[in-house]
């Protein structure tokens, strides 16, 4: 979209936006109201606000939890596992991870918590999960996509933090 239209679309919500704080700041009742009848009306106002966000949030809930991003390790009893520790600062990785196979990765951490990020050959990241110490995580994925893929710290874990990372090569 043209940078020319946004900012014509932004200004005109803007200054619909002043135009009706402006109405708000200046509208007077021709009576004022007791506290209670306010009182009892704000909180009437607040219970609907309440409802009407639970079942929005449940809803959006509801739709996308299909689209989970996380697939269970046993997606495949035919995957292969791969064994990954993080440590400061770097990753323990497989050289060669086969292509169109299912894959998991048992990711764990020496030290500290770590973040294992995959991004694919063109930069974008494809999945991710925590390294723990003392805890294994299992990532199931299939690559689709030759090339060499990076791993990358998602979590600040020290001072060399930004240049942890690995790659392996998908054959």
């Not at 991004?119 to 689709?144: E, S």
């Amino acid at each position: 979209m043209d940078s020319s239209v946004v900012l014509k679309i932004f200004l005109v919500v803007a200054v619909l936006a002043i135009v009706l704080l402006l109405w708000l700041a200046n509208y007077r009742q021709s009576t004022p109201l007791a506290q209670s009848d306010l009182t009892a009306r704000g909180y009437g106002i607040r219970r609907y606000w309440f409802w009407c966000t639970l079942i929005v949030a449940f809803a959006v809930y509801a739709i996308t939890i299909p689209a989970f991003p996380y697939r269970k390790a046993q997606a495949s009893v035919n995957a292969r596992h791969y064994s990954v520790i993080a440590q400061q600062y770097g990753f323990t990785l497989p050289a060669v991870v086969p292509l169109d196979t299912p894959v998991v990765f048992d990711v764990t951490a020496k030290d500290v918590n770590h973040g294992f990020g995959i991004y694919d050959p063109g930069g974008r990241v494809i999945t991710q999960v925590q390294a723990m110490p003392l805890y294994v995580n299992h990532l199931a994925v299939t690559f689709t996509v030759p090339g060499r893929y990076r791993v990358r710290c998602l979590e600040f874990c020290g001072i060399a933090h930004a240049a942890m990372q690995g790659s392996f090569d998908v054959k």
